[in-house]
């Protein structure tokens, strides 16, 4: 053994230790660019010979760690998740990296891996992940970097990594055996220490924190029931953890709670489509009282409320407006931040409390500078994200406990919760429509198309609306001054009514088109109405100005959550 890295006492060898740093020559993928939430490809494609070790590599060339550095490593358990953190570790060694905290069993959640690198105030972190998307041998894997403050790197961290993916000779590793991810303790390869930690108690710990887990547990007690859906993915651990053993639910409240390498076959997005099992029991007889899902790596989550569902968009501004019921947010909130397709239903909540209430491109790296300014302490997006300024991350089961606390506290049911709410600051009735796989050219050419219509759309009536002003979206950073341009394209209407056209920066197949519908409507006798029902006419005038069924040949969209 070389080096002079003071070993400590339960450090376990595994098995012999080399120490002699391999260069491997390598050629350039030219495909490597990270999208809204890291690189994401098919799991043949990360297979390719050198393909991870490229993009790895790239990571490390263009953070520079110190020597020394900590790094942590976990992902959401899918299929190559194992395969990919032994090499990531051999990588990480050769290196310089002075230790490695990764997952038992090379779990850790997205919101999971952001505590643990803000608790243990790690170099960064990298999270292995494609997200909601399926996965098993023919499914999506990703792999993306956070930084020191627990959140996705910048995109000018992106863009480095990218612009040295095209250039990459030659990547380290060392050749060491594979490290028994299943145990907790201390392992080393070459000087570099790796650290088997439990995925769950750092996380739950700060749960308990932020909630009054005696509030929920005396809920649970009392009868209330609820069903949390893991979604064969990585929460299952989690949710086990915390509302079995610490919350004292009966153990019919989760389902789907061991993790698979290919999420039985699921797709793994909490949303009223894919996560019809779950939407079946609360809509069904005898239904739970609360019911509540997470996507793959945990990051996501849908509120369902007996027979009821709750919009993500309505989920922000409900949390926002009870935040002071619960003991991690009884000063207030400095502020709240939504991505520009999420609903202004925020907004309504924000100007009420006299708070900011910011407006970001789609992503959550976006609200990364906000919240280290302390500008902003929620967020939240409509694809089925929440969080707080606790990590850097949306946070699933953090926004579960939260609506829990919520219902302890006023003692009333989800459904009256979100009814109060809309009376008091009406209804912003939304959805989205997925169209997916759409041949590129098709959907570029909607995109242009829109564009090009922009001069003469103004001013236009188009049924009971009337277009205000449209742009394609671009941000100009508060804090650092970053400039994000071409962000989606937005039309306004007089009222306040939106519809907003975007191309997704997650998907692995041709493109998807997303429509996002928005409508206000302040009238109580009309809110019991279906969002569709609600939305129907501007659904409408979003296929006429696009020319979608023309372009594409899609009449329908793939999914409507
Ligand atoms: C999608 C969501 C976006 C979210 C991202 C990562 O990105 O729309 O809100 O931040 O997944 O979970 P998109 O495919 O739209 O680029
Ligand atoms: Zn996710």
């Known amino acids: 053994?070389?080096?002079?890295?003071?070993?400590?006492?339960?450090?376990?060898?595994?098995?012999?230790?080399?120490?002699?740093?391999?260069?491997?020559?390598?050629?350039?993928?030219?495909?490597?660019?990270?999208?809204t939430s890291g690189l994401r490809k098919r799991v043949p494609a990360?297979?390719?010979?050198?393909?991870?070790?490229?993009f790895v590599q790239a990571i490390f060339d263009s953070i520079s760690p110190p020597p020394g550095a900590t790094l942590v490593v976990g992902g959401d358990g899918r299929y190559y998740n194992r395969e990919a953190i032994q090499i990531i570790?051999?990588?990480?060694?050769?290196?310089?990296?002075?230790?490695?905290?990764?997952?038992?069993?090379?779990?850790?959640?997205?919101?999971?891996?952001?505590?643990?690198?803000?608790?243990?105030?790690?170099?960064?972190g990298i999270i292995l992940s494609a997200s909601h998307n399926p996965g098993g041998p023919d499914g999506d894997f990703g792999i993306k970097y956070n930084t020191a403050n627990g959140g996705p790197a910048p995109e000018k961290i992106t863009e480095a990594i990218f612009e040295l993916?095209?250039?990459?000779?030659?990547?380290?590793?060392?050749?060491?055996?594979?490290?028994?991810?299943?145990?907790?303790?201390?392992?080393?390869?070459?000087?570099?220490?790796?650290?088997?930690?439990?995925?769950?108690?750092?996380?739950?710990?700060?749960?308990?924190?932020?909630?009054?887990?005696?509030?929920?547990?005396?809920?649970?007690?009392?009868?209330?029931?609820?069903?949390?859906?893991?979604?064969?993915?990585?929460?299952?651990?989690?949710?086990?953890?915390?509302f079995i053993n610490r919350l004292g639910a009966p153990e019919d409240s989760i389902m789907n709670c061991v993790p698979l390498p290919d999420f039985g076959n699921g797709h793994p997005d909490p949303n009223l489509t894919y996560a019809h099992e779950l939407v079946e029991i609360l809509y069904g007889e005898n239904a739970p009282d609360f019911g509540a899902a997470s996507d793959g790596d945990g990051d996501r989550n849908m509120i369902l409320g007996k027979g009821f569902f709750v919009t993500p968009s309505d989920s922000l501004a409900i949390l926002t407006a009870n935040a002071k019921l619960t003991p991690g947010y009884s000063a207030g909130l400095a502020?709240?931040?939504?991505?520009?397709?999420?609903?202004?239903?925020?907004?309504?909540?924000?100007?009420?409390?006299?708070?900011?209430?910011?407006?970001?491109?789609?992503?959550?790296?976006?609200?990364?500078?906000?919240?280290?300014?302390?500008?902003?302490?929620?967020?939240?997006?409509?694809?089925?994200?929440t969080?707080?300024?606790?990590?850097?991350?949306?946070?699933?089961?953090?926004?579960?406990?939260?609506w829990l606390n919520i219902v302890a506290v006023r003692k009333q049911s989800v459904e009256t919760i979100t009814r109060e709410h809309w009376a008091h600051y009406g209804r912003n009735v939304y959805s989205r429509h997925d169209f997916e796989a759409i041949p590129t050219e098709a959907a570029n050419g909607v995109m242009k198309h829109l564009?090009?219509?922009?001069?003469?759309?103004?001013?236009?009536?188009?049924?009971?609306?009337?277009?205000?002003?449209?742009?394609?979206?671009?941000?100009?950073?508060?804090?650092d001054g970053s400039i994000s341009t071409g962000q989606g394209i937005r039309i306004i209407f007089t009222d306040g009514s939106r519809i907003v056209f975007r191309l997704s920066?997650?998907?692995?197949?041709?493109?998807?088109?997303?429509?996002?519908?928005?409508?206000?409507?302040?009238?109580?006798?009309?809110?019991?109405?279906?969002?569709?029902?609600?939305?129907?006419?501007?659904?409408?005038?979003?296929g006429q100005l696009s020319e979608l069924v023309a372009r594409t040949g899609r009449e329908q969209p793939t999914v409507i959550t």
């Open 89 to 124: 570790l051999k990588m990480a060694a050769a290196n310089g990296f002075g230790r490695v905290l990764v997952g038992q069993g090379g779990i850790l959640s997205t919101p999971a891996a952001s505590c643990v690198i803000r608790k243990y105030a790690t170099y960064g």
């Open 1 to 35: 053994m070389t080096g002079n890295n003071k070993q400590p006492g339960e450090v376990k060898m595994s098995g012999e230790i080399a120490t002699t740093i391999q260069t491997i020559a390598t050629t350039p993928f030219n495909d490597q660019k990270p999208g």
């Open 335 to 385: 502020g709240v931040a939504r991505s520009m397709p999420t609903s202004a239903a925020a907004d309504r909540v924000a100007k009420e409390l006299g708070i900011p209430c910011y407006e970001t491109p789609t992503g959550w790296k976006f609200f990364g500078n906000l919240m280290d300014a302390g500008k902003v302490t929620l967020c939240g997006e409509e694809s089925f994200g």
């Open 46 to 54: 990360f297979q390719q010979a050198h393909y991870l070790e490229n």
């Open 387 to 402: 969080g707080s300024s606790h990590i850097r991350e949306k946070d699933g089961l953090w926004a579960v406990l939260f």
């Open 165 to 242: 993916s095209k250039t990459i000779s030659q990547y380290r590793l060392i050749d060491a055996p594979d490290v028994a991810l299943d145990a907790t303790g201390d392992y080393l390869i070459g000087n570099m220490i790796v650290s088997v930690i439990d995925p769950v108690a750092d996380y739950a710990e700060l749960m308990e924190s932020l909630f009054d887990f005696g509030a929920i547990r005396a809920l649970l007690a009392g009868g209330f029931r609820i069903k949390f859906d893991a979604m064969h993915a990585v929460n299952g651990p989690y949710a086990r953890d915390i």
């Open 505 to 542: 920066g997650t998907g692995t197949e041709g493109a998807t088109l997303r429509i996002y519908l928005e409508a206000y409507d302040p009238v109580i006798a009309n809110h019991h109405l279906d969002a569709q029902v609600a939305l129907a006419e501007l659904i409408g005038i979003a």
């Open 451 to 479: 564009k090009d219509s922009f001069a003469t759309l103004p001013g236009q009536k188009l049924g009971s609306y009337t277009v205000d002003v449209c742009d394609d979206f671009s941000y100009t950073d508060p804090v």
